[in-house]
């Protein structure tokens, strides 16, 4: 979906300061894939969203009553079972003539609120400003962060866009510094590199494989309320499962075919291509380095010839959050020099996988 007129205003992170690392919870380093995960040992979910939405507000000037739609997206729990935590954000923030909504996309939650977004904006006149958030805490009793997943661990955290249309041209859309204090993250552009401001989203992507949902379905049956089939979410078990009746070759083959029309799709609803305006960055998914290594970061450069980054080994893979705290990070580390393009991917049980393509405006 191309998105010209529509431009990231602000992006924020809320991440809880405390890192496990794999020690911590008897796992071998070698085969953790990550260096640590993110632990929230306070707010919940929906409370995280708040802060992080709350950071992003503040960077952008704006209040919660001039909010439009408050878009939330998660992927596990979020503190109550019958209940809107969208609808909580928005009375917490001020947004109260807001139009809240839920998303649930599972893990690709983040780019399905982002591109939702998008279209009100683009389709309804009357929509200007439109919150995005994410957020999920992957807790006991319910979920092992490390062990309850193949592929991937779990960190806790949040994140918040700010999405609105743009008053210029794109090439002529002015710079404005909404860039935050930093956050400890990777400085992969270096501190001169980039520009950190408003970034103009050129398109959002998407590809679906509905045939692989059973991943996390397994051979269970439909239960009549959470966690009757487990004490604790184990997706290992319906993975296991689902592997051994269709065999593994079937899904890595979808994900890499996935992965590869994703990519294609998005260099050309951006107006990018491999051989001549290819793309400065991909940042990619916070999934388990073995995947990265072996199936993301090889499709990016056959597809892209782009440098792929990865901001996930130290923060784990963050439930619906990896795309949208992507773009929080490109903001923040200024990797984008003036007219830049960078592809943010995220993907989601189901499988979907989504691209976001965004524009550093020119000088």
């Excluded at 260096?35 to 929230?40: E, F, G, P, R």
């Excluded at 001020?94 to 893990?107: E, L, S, V």
């Excluded at 592929?151 to 041209?169: H, I, M, P």
């Excluded at 996390?216 to 959470?226: E, I, L, Q, V």
Aim: hydrophobic share 45%.
């Amino acid at each position: 979906m191309r998105t010209d007129t529509v431009v990231i205003s602000a992006a924020a992170g809320w991440l809880p300061p405390r890192r496990e690392a794999p020690a911590e919870a008897g796992v071998a380093p070698e085969d953790a894939g990550y260096t640590a995960l993110a632990v929230s040992d306070g707010p919940s979910a929906p409370e995280m969203a708040v802060l992080a939405a709350t950071a992003a507000l503040d960077r952008a000037g704006w209040s919660g009553d001039q909010l439009d739609l408050v878009l939330h997206a998660w992927s596990y729990y979020q503190g109550h079972d019958f209940w809107s935590p969208a609808h909580y954000l928005a009375d917490q923030l001020g947004a109260r003539d807001a139009q809240p909504f839920g998303i649930q996309q599972m893990c690709n939650g983040g780019a399905a609120a982002l591109q939702t977004a998008a279209a009100h904006l683009l389709a309804d006149p009357a929509i200007g400003r439109v919150l995005v958030t994410t957020a999920d805490r992957f807790c006991p009793p319910g979920f092992d962060r490390w062990n309850s997943d193949l592929g991937v661990a779990y960190g806790d955290g949040a994140s918040a866009l700010l999405v609105s249309r743009t008053t210029t041209a794109p090439a002529g859309t002015d710079v404005v510094d909404v860039r935050p204090p930093s956050t400890g993250a990777a400085d992969v552009g270096g501190a001169d590199a980039g520009v950190a401001g408003e970034l103009r989203l050129v398109a959002v992507s998407s590809v679906s494989a509905p045939s692989l949902e059973g991943m996390h379905r397994g051979n269970d049956d439909f239960s009549p309320a959470a966690r009757l089939a487990a004490p604790a979410v184990d997706v290992r078990r319906t993975k296991k499962a689902y592997l051994r009746r269709n065999g593994s070759s079937g899904y890595r083959v979808a994900e890499r075919e996935g992965i590869r029309t994703l990519l294609a799709l998005a260099l050309d609803e951006a107006g990018l291509s491999r051989d001549s305006e290819r793309p400065r960055c991909v940042v990619l998914p916070r999934v388990h380095r073995a995947p990265l290594e072996s199936v993301f970061a090889p499709v990016v450069e056959e597809v892209t010839g782009a440098e792929p980054i990865d901001f996930g080994r130290a923060t784990g893979h963050l439930g619906a959050g990896d795309l949208t705290t992507g773009i929080a990070d490109l903001i923040d580390n200024k990797i984008l020099a003036p007219g830049e393009t960078a592809l943010v991917l995220s993907t989601g049980a189901g499988f979907t996988w989504s691209c976001a393509a965004l524009t550093a405006p020119a000088r």
